[in-house]
């Protein structure tokens, strides 16, 4: 039972703080990938990070284990926040475990490796206090995740930048970040997601647990294999290609992901009141709140690209100077792309919403047997934007079925 619920916060302040939050902090993780073209004298550092983030996004999926929407859904309570804390810390470690040995296999190179071990402890941080921010969510004070992530991110920025200019060592900075992270969860989340429930001490049977680690296995498998899109095709591309192609494409790139962001966490709030549209048996108003949604958010990350690719030139200019200006042609694919993620992740999030959590297993499926499928082709014929087409290629397919399957569901 939520200890909070007479102070809780209106829908559009959620909204505004959720945003606003989540899109800082995601772009200061961008500017990240700027600081070390900056910071250092080649892109071998740029290749290193892009290559320990693709690693990062398949973490992401096995450490949340998709638990924060399943958690929001959670609308009558069947689990205490004890049991989803205690879920998490499971998880974490195991994704931890289990990312660290592949990062380390496939890495190409000492500084990679180094960069991958220590943006995974980064990681674990962030994937663990997902689960505070699921419960700040359902006792709908999403200004607390907001306010954490403003810090989350002023810290990433200034540490990552002491951490580069004192030590020239990428992986010692990572490691600045994650100390200075883990500190704002222990000190601030903590403190404040402890006032809104019962108890955050980690709590959960081996039934439960093995029950919830079954019943999301399909939906985490299949977010694995939309991290694994990107990841795998990036991973590719650097070793086709060389780290220093995928640090020019991801320094082109990664400013996709604020519009990303954006548009995701527009819709993060709404899927609890979709949740409960569905358990009051109101399955009209919550199929048509859901293809809002969707549109919605294809909207804005389209809307969104028009003046990044406007003033493209400029952007990236000022940014990388003008040994980046002849990848241009690149940004204009990438946003397209970004608007695939973003519907790909939406559709993903309403079918858990809908209880239909094999059907999140198959659209991700179609996605990465069609990335599988072209990429090698592609990437021969297109060089960097024969990686952009692939993956759009790859979301649509997903997000085109996810869509069906919503519109035929009761």
Partial sequence: MSHGANNEIGLKANIAWNTIGSVFYQGCLW??????????????????????????????ALGTYTVRTFQVSDVKNTYSASNY??????????????????????????????????????????????????????????DYVGKSQIIRGFLVVSLFVVGMEVTRNLALSIILIAIGCILVTLLYDLRKTNGLTDSLKPKISKEKALYLLRKLFPTVLGNFLAGLVTSAARQYFAIAFGEEALGIYASVATPCVIVQVLAQNLYTPMLGPIATLRANGDNRGARRKSIGLLLTVIGVALGLSIPLVLFSGAILGALYGETILPYLDVLPPALLVTTGVASIYVVTDLLIVYDKL???????????????????????????????????????????????VLLRSS
Avoid at 36 to 47: H, I, P, T
């Fill in 85 to 142: 804390v205690g879920l998490r810390v499971v998880t974490v470690l195991g994704a931890l475990l289990g990312c660290g040995a592949y990062g380390l296999a496939v890495s190409p190179s000492f500084t990679t490796r180094a960069a991958v071990v220590t943006f995974l402890l980064f990681k674990a941080d962030e994937s663990f206090v997902n689960v505070l921010y699921g419960c700040d969510q359902k006792g709908m004070r999403l």
């Fill in 358 to 404: 094999r059907k999140t297993l198959t659209v991700n499926v179609i996605a990465f047997v069609v990335m599988a499928s072209l990429l090698v082709p592609l990437t021969s014929l297109c060089y960097m934007n024969g990686l952009n087409l692939t993956l759009l290629i790859a979301y649509l397919s997903g997000t085109l079925y996810g869509l069906w």
């Fill in 31 to 60: 500017l990240m990938t700027v600081l070390v073209v900056r910071l250092s004298s080649d892109y071998q550092n740029s290749g290193s990070l892009a290559f320990a983030m693709s690693i990062g996004n398949i973490y992401t």
